[in-house]
């Protein structure tokens, strides 16, 4: 492209990076928005760099194969996860949802923390947090099968329930339209992981176009997730002649996305708030950001 075109690299890395940057303004805006998702699947993937290896945790919409964010860290710790969780609880309104991991036990205590609400009870003190009630977290556990996980797993593997009933696990399996129904498992997020690989060089398992930084690497990912979700269509969502992406499924735009116009869509600023001071806020004060804010 460089030869080609005749630009300086740096100026390619740079529209780059604020071509991610602004992608990821993009999702938080339209994607990261209270919403009904009734199964959400999660992986994270293991990426090499230049001289160290990161890990990035992905999450997806089962139902519309939407992108809901990535988080980049440089192990697999707690951190990640809770970012991660916290990340996917933005965009989450309170009711029925079902989670859907792998094995590693870290993504029941991030969601046990993220996924929860204060009880305003009017006494003094702390309010004290609850967990969602319609909130089921099972895991797909690849390895020997064990008793009571053929009915939901087919003898792939075996469920590890983190939170909710069998019964409110199996229902929310019955009502969600996803690649395999009524079975528990991983398809939609592998295979995003796949689309990444392969449209990703760095992210290819064994590639000599390595990243050499984490934020370039994160800022990848918001510009191709961002496209994946509005730009080209899914062929699972196509009926007849009408071809849909993930954003018009989830009801977010009624039409298909060019690159130009996702690049250029106008993020609005965020909301004003005037610096901390001792004390409480006045209602005039209250009143000026309310009118700083809706004009």
């Known amino acids: 492209m460089i030869a080609a075109l005749g630009d300086d690299e740096r100026t390619v890395r740079k529209w780059a990076a604020e071509s991610g940057r602004h992608c990821r303004d993009v999702q938080e805006e339209l994607i990261e928005q209270p919403r009904v998702h009734e199964q959400i699947q999660a992986d994270e993937l293991r990426v090499k760099l230049q001289g160290r290896v990161v890990w990035v945790a992905l999450a997806i919409w089962a139902v519309t194969r939407g992108w809901l964010g990535a988080e980049v860290e440089p192990s697999r710790t707690r951190s990640l996860f809770d970012r991660w969780a916290v990340r996917v609880r933005r965009g989450c309104a309170p009711g029925a949802l079902l989670l859907v991991t792998e094995g590693l036990k870290t993504y029941i205590k991030s969601c046990s923390r993220a996924f929860r609400d204060p009880m305003v009870n009017g006494n003094v003190g702390r309010n004290r947090l609850n967990l969602w009630k319609g909130l089921a977290v099972a895991q797909c556990v690849k390895g020997e099968v064990k008793k009571g996980g053929r009915d939901l797993c087919q003898g792939v593997s075996f469920c590890r329930r983190g939170h909710g009933t069998v019964a409110q696990v199996g229902t929310l399996l019955s009502n969600t339209r996803t690649h395999v129904e009524g079975v528990l498992n991983t398809a939609s997020i592998e295979r995003f992981n796949a689309t990444i690989r392969s449209?990703?060089?760095?992210?290819?398992?064994?590639?000599?176009?390595?990243?050499?930084e984490p934020e370039r690497l994160t800022e990848v990912v918001d510009l191709m997730g961002t496209r994946y979700n509005f730009c080209p269509f899914h062929q699972r969502f196509r009926c007849q002649t009408v071809?849909?992406?993930?954003?018009?499924?989830?009801?977010i735009t009624d039409h298909i996305w060019t690159v130009r116009a996702g690049l250029t869509y106008k993020v609005p600023p965020p909301r004003w708030t005037p610096p901390r001071k001792r004390g409480r806020r006045s209602k005039a004060l209250h009143a000026l950001i309310d009118r700083w804010c809706n004009s």
Request: charged letters at 25%; zero cysteines.
């Open 199 to 212: 449209r990703i060089a760095g992210f290819a398992r064994r590639t000599r176009a390595l990243f050499r």
């Open 243 to 251: 071809q849909r992406t993930p954003a018009m499924a989830s009801g």
